[in-house]
């Protein structure tokens, strides 16, 4: 029964994509889908809209969404090419998302780097090479030196960068580079005062030594309560 005076309601629609939308899928599924490599070329929008049955408009704004993800470069004198997706747009799509959410928080960001962070500091001290961690050790040795919050907060983003890189497993580190624009923000508040630069230097020290050890449990440990500490320091009470 409808109310007088309210305003009707209207069942929701199915949305089929656009034409745009469909060549650009359709584009992303032969780029990933065969043996094609970063600067191989791709037809020319003219022969994409003989291919595809459609307009140049649509076939320009596939190009350009896809080109914006990095999947597809337009050359100028060149035409099309294979792009290369770079871990740095993972980084910037999710830096985008957290600035402009009104529900995640440092509290939720932090939660998710701890089970990120303790599981790479076991994996790091199962895997890494003797060159690794005296990679880790210099850059470890530069917090210490860090004569303001803005070059302590870098030498804290590189340690902990350092120990992502030491897996082997690249995804760990296009994962934390994902939330590191929030982290870095937050360090920057946190090194206002020696005291927690010298913190945050000696618990970098415990971390490095269990990776060297190769003591995985060790590595986890020191990393849980590096981030608990942390955090305790940061987050509002």
């Known amino acids: 029964m409808s109310v007088p005076g309210a305003a009707p309601r209207f069942a929701s ?26 600067g191989d070329p791709l037809p020319s929008e003219r022969q994409l809209c003989e291919q595809f049955g459609v307009s140049r408009p649509v076939v320009r704004e596939a190009v350009r969404s896809l080109a ?22 993972v980084a910037e799509s999710m830096t985008l998302y ?10 939720k960001v932090s939660e998710v780097r701890s ?18 961690v005296e990679e880790i050790r ?59 630069i010298r913190y945050a230097a000696g618990a970098h020290d415990e971390i490095l030594e269990r990776v060297a050890a190769a003591d995985v449990s060790g590595a986890r440990r020191a990393m849980r309560l590096h981030l608990e500490e942390s955090a305790r320091r940061l987050l509002p009470r």
């Open 68 to 89: 914006a993800k990095g999947l597809i470069l337009v050359r100028v004198g060149r035409g099309l090419e294979v792009g290369r997706v770079v871990s740095g747009l």
């Open 138 to 196: 210099t850059i470890a040795a530069a917090l210490g030196k860090a004569e303001h919050a803005e070059q302590a907060a870098h030498a804290d983003v590189e340690f902990h960068r350092a120990i992502a890189a030491a897996t082997g497993n690249e995804l760990f580190l296009v994962m934390l580079d994902s939330i590191g624009e929030t982290l870095l923000d937050v360090r920057r508040r946190g090194f206002r005062t020696d005291e927690a």
């Open 115 to 132: 089970a990120l962070e303790i599981e790479i500091a076991g994996v790091a001290a199962d895997r890494a090479t003797p060159v690794q």
């Open 13 to 38: 629609l199915a949305r089929s994509p656009s034409l745009s939308e469909a060549v650009a899928e359709a584009l992303t599924d032969t780029i990933l889908g065969t043996p094609l490599h970063a």
């Open 98 to 107: 957290l600035r402009g959410s009104e529900t995640v928080g440092y509290d």
